[in-house]
């Protein structure tokens, strides 16, 4: 498999007969109905608690890059006291993974765990539905290339119980199916509206022959066709597509064109999160996507963070040795966080940049920044949770600390659910915890 | 599945370790085969299904296609690994995403399909006939079996309709997208004729031809393969047998085994393995030198499959190796006896260091840690890959205390043996670490060593609760144990059944593993053995009705 391309060839190739737009820009046209936009972000191994939690200036060394930003600071909320509660196979850094967003008891053996049923992003998908071409997407750095021990801790976005929506790690190859084809709206109409009936002729014998082969097939089988069909559906809902970028908003990425990148290499690891956060902030800004996750790394990642002159196993040398007595540990771990927080600020920023509505697309949008560890050595308690954003006005007063005393991490997925318009009395294993208090207005 | 795994899963992690592995473990899998059935009628244990063809199958059985004129622009992430393994059924699945990347593929691919080649259409012949012997030829290679009358068709007015405004070409291009793109394409069937509520559920010739060409080169079946099917000659066994061995002797099936062997290693992520540079600062650890090891690897696996028989001797046993001038010089040092050619050439190494291999530098690199060597990552790897332990991680709510650097005092070993003083820790450490300690003389890039800049090194190991109990001292002396072990052999089987079954090990499978451990024991033959075992036994070609 050619694991780099360049997107000249790409182009190159996408100039034959049957290559053309799946979907174009509409500029001009008014935005869709929509519901907010939502991107989970999730960090590994924890956080130096002592550097994060803000003073009574709502300042902290880990948020600099966002409480010091008055525009971002206004926007930021802080929810202190979630608890992470998981249950079934697995240890702390697989439950980050596997248990944060489903909620559910894990299912596997204690070496081989995997989520047990769907994450808050399908099920935002299937309750909200969204008319985007992409209503979900779920991409990170080097979240997937990892050795065999910890294939489950991969993605922490899951269709079903075991099946993990996979986590595009190459930019190259997001921007491809993002992008491809909005720059080239003077494609010849007449050749486009004969390839458009081709393609959806297409996908009905592919329809055809899944409904078919699913009808031959034990219950539990189909649930795999089912899978299938509902993506050539939403492959099908693309075709011919436009979408409605707000005013004002750039829905190229400029970026990308250029050299192929090793996605799997850890030294491009930087290049890769500046790559990789302006796509999803271009993604999300331009509707093409509305529930996006995101992963910084894998699970109980083993980062050497050489570019922040560390060096050393952030997981074994850095996050288990930060346990108080060790003053190069936490400085290393607070210098870990800091990196991870300018990036949410990158993507906060690039949105709150774009006007729409009364103000800015943060403002119509939640960022959800959480960690599947509270601390370096496994805490799951206290767990650092950062929204940013105003999700259109259903998160109440932006711009501080919500205390919530201890509070389970299926609390604030209820919450997230109210927030993103979808009433829900609680969430996975929970359906009757209700939300966190103080949240939304 | 084996009873220590049960008891994993009924018990809180913890208690997995807690046991007496001894009582808990025994020899090898065990299942009592039915009521008056000799253990050579142990029924099917997997149900009608279907499965996704797995990335690397995928691009494998489109490139088989396509041949090598057509390129592959689109890159496909990779499959999650369950227990290792790339292709397990319940875990691959598709969205949106990823069916947008085989809409791409499908779309590039037809874009280029060298149709001259493909399907010519020679003056004199209705490009009507052409399509349909295009079509008829293509499908039959991409789904592995021949295409209905009812496909055949609607393949037709694809067909019509691209060509009527944009040529012949062009239909046949838009035939290939849809072929492509079918499920029958992208999965395999393991269904039978017909669904039956009870009794087992024999495979259609061409879900059987599947079956044999995918478990051992990792595509679809060839002319000759699909022609036997034609005839209805793969119902029988001796037919079966002297297919598998036929295929087993194929340059992929080299290539689809050393995968099996590499990932069951956990050797995949070779390829992007990072250093410390503080700890292994150039020339001692580059890309180069890594690059260098993934080749001793490769090269190694490929003999061990070849010359050496595919045997576990042949992969555990042998001091000799592909070992390159800077390998010799940076790594080995005096561990090669004799003179290095150039390139990866087979010299022998010495024997008190180096045996098999988890004697390798590529082996001993990854199962480390970046700065240093990991005792607890190697005694792992002995546990849950070489004798099908399944010791967990450290389970939610164990406080887990920083381990300390070795320093002019203290050694990896003395460190860790506090780490995992706890009794919490010690449960599983007991089993783990000396194991572990064992590699000791092995540094994090695969050096021998005698200290790590303080005391001397203590690398006397032990195995516990296994059937080779007892002390040993280095990779080479615990290779000699393993090679003695029956639970090795039972585990080796465990985990190429798994991948061949793309599932996990469940309850009744015991009674397969054990028939095939013993026949297997018997043979005293090498994985292709296990293989021709799998294929030619009643489970391979039926399925249970019921899941």
């Known amino acids: ?441 | 599945m084996p009873r220590f795994v049960l008891a994993a899963l009924a018990a809180v992690a913890l208690q997995a370790c807690t046991v007496t592995a001894k009582d808990s473990i025994g020899p090898g899998p065990t299942q009592p085969p039915p009521p008056g059935a000799g253990p050579a009628s142990c029924g099917a244990t997997t149900g009608r299904r279907v499965r996704r063809l797995s990335i690397t199958e995928y691009l494998t059985v489109m490139r088989d296609l396509i041949g090598d004129d057509v390129p592959l622009l689109v890159s496909i992430p990779p499959d999650p690994r369950a227990g290792g393994f790339d292709n397990n059924a319940d875990k691959l699945s598709v969205n949106a995403g990823v069916i947008a990347h085989f809409t791409d593929v499908a779309e590039q691919v037809a874009a280029a399909l060298p149709v001259d080649r493909l399907a010519p259409c020679g003056s004199g012949r209705a490009a009507g006939d052409c399509a349909r012997s295009f079509a008829t030829t293509f499908a039959r290679r991409a789904y592995g079996r021949p295409l209905s009358a009812d496909e055949a068709a609607r393949l037709q007015n694809l067909f019509d309709d691209a060509a009527a405004t944009d040529g012949y070409p062009a239909g046949i291009r838009l035939m290939a997208e849809a072929i492509l793109q079918s499920p029958h394409f992208l999965y395999r069937t393991e269904l039978g004729r017909q669904a039956q509520n009870h009794g087992p559920v024999a495979l259609s010739p061409y879900e059987v031809a599947s079956q044999l060409s995918f478990l051992v080169t990792g595509a679809r079946p060839d002319d000759r393969l699909l022609d036997l099917a034609d005839a209805g000659k793969l119902a029988f066994p001796d037919v079966l047998k002297s297919e598998a061995l036929r295929l087993l002797e194929t340059p992929r099936a080299r290539v689809h085994l050393r995968r099996f062997l590499i990932a069951w290693l956990g050797l995949e992520d070779l390829d992007r393995l990072t250093k410390s540079n503080e700890f292994f600062p150039p020339p001692d650890f580059t890309p180069v030198i890594r690059d260098e090891m993934k080749l001793e690897i490769d090269r190694f696996l490929d003999h061990a499959l070849g010359e050496g028989g595919g045997t576990l001797d042949a992969l555990f046993g042998t001091s000799e190796s592909f070992v390159t001038p800077l390998l010799a010089s940076i790594i080995y040092k005096g561990d090669v006896l004799g003179p290095v050619g150039s390139g990866a050439t087979l010299v022998k190494l010495d024997p008190r260091h180096r045996r098999g291999i988890l004697s390798l530098p590529g082996f001993l690199a990854v199962h480390a840690t970046v700065a240093r060597t990991s005792p607890v990552d190697r005694g792992v790897f002995v546990l849950r890959r070489l004798l099908c332990q399944d010791i967990p991680d450290p389970p939610p709510g164990v406080f887990i205390p920083p381990l300390a650097s070795p320093d002019r005092v203290r050694t990896t070993r003395q460190n860790q043996d506090d780490h995992a003083r706890s009794p919490n820790c010690a449960a599983c450490h007991v089993l783990i670490d000396p194991i572990g300690f064992g590699f000791e003389h092995m540094d994090g890039i695969g050096r021998f060593r005698t200290n790590e800049g303080g005391p001397a090194i203590d690398s006397s190991g032990r195995l516990n609760g296994t059937d080779v109990d007892g002390p040993f001292a280095g990779p080479a002396e615990l290779t000699g144990k393993l090679l003695a072990s029956r639970m090795v052999r039972a585990c080796f089987v465990n985990h190429l059944w798994r991948w061949s079954e793309a599932r996990d090990v469940k309850e009744g499978d015991g009674c397969a593993l054990d028939d095939h451990l013993n026949n297997w024991l018997r043979s005293d033959g090498g994985i292709a053995d296990l293989l021709v075992q799998f294929t030619t036994s009643a489970r391979f070609t039926t399925r249970k009705a019921q899941p």
Request: aromatic residues 6%; positive net charge.
């Open chain 1, 1 to 441: 498999m050619s694991r780099r391309f360049a997107r000249r060839e790409l182009l190159k190739t996408a100039g034959a007969s049957l290559l053309v737009p799946r979907f174009l820009r509409q500029a001009f046209a008014a935005p869709a109905e929509l519901p907010p936009r939502m991107v989970l972000l999730m960090q590994a191994n924890g956080t130096h608690q002592a550097s994060f939690w803000p003073d009574a200036d709502f300042r902290s060394p880990i948020l600099a890059p966002l409480l010091d930003d008055p525009l971002l600071a206004s926007r930021t909320t802080i929810i202190k006291g979630v608890k992470l509660e998981a249950d079934g196979p697995g240890n702390e850094h697989d439950r980050g993974f596997h248990s944060f967003w489903t909620g559910v008891r894990s299912v596997g053996t204690p070496t081989d765990s995997w989520g047990g049923g769907p994450s808050i992003d399908q099920i935002l998908k299937d309750r909200l539905a969204p008319r985007v071409p992409y209503p979900t997407l779920n991409c990170g750095v080097q979240a997937a290339d990892i050795g065999p021990k910890n294939g489950h801790r991969t993605s922490f976005s899951y269709m079903q119980a075991q099946k993990q929506v996979p986590t595009e790690t190459d930019p190259v190859r997001l921007y491809a199916a993002l992008f491809r084809g909005l720059d080239q709206d003077s494609a010849d109409p007449i050749r486009a509206a004969r390839r458009l009936r081709q393609r959806k002729s297409v996908m009905d014998f592919v329809s055809a022959d899944i409904g078919a082969l699913a009808e031959r097939l034990p219950p539990e089988e189909r649930r795999k066709l089912d899978l299938h069909a509902t993506a050539v559906r939403e492959m099908e809902a693309r075709l011919g597509a436009t979408i409605a970028p707000p005013p004002g908003a750039r829905c190229m990425s400029p970026a990308i064109a250029g050299q192929p990148i090793d996605a799997r290499n850890e030294a491009n690891v930087p290049v890769l999160m500046d790559l990789m956060i302006d796509l999803v902030a271009q993604a999300t800004i331009c509707n093409i996507t509305r529930f996006v996750t995101f992963s910084f790394g894998y699970g109980g990642n083993q980062w050497l963070f050489k570019w922040l002159g560390i060096n050393v196993d952030w997981h074994a040398d850095v996050a288990h040795k930060d346990t108080g007595a060790d003053p190069v540990a936490a400085q290393r771990m607070t210098t870990i966080n800091l990196w991870h927080a300018k990036y949410v600020a990158r993507l906060a920023r690039a949105m709150a940049a774009v006007p729409e509505g009364d103000g800015s697309v943060l403002d119509g949008s939640l960022l959800v920044w959480s960690n599947e560890n509270a601390t370096g050595f496994h805490g799951l308690e206290n767990i650092p949770v950062v929204l940013l954003g105003r999700a259109g006005g259903r998160l109440k007063q932006p711009g501080r600390v919500v205390d919530v005393g201890v509070q389970s991490n299926h609390r604030v997925a209820t919450s997230l659910l109210g927030l993103m318009g979808v009433n829900a009395a609680g969430f996975g294993s929970r359906p009757d915890c209700g939300p966190v208090p103080g949240i939304m207005s």
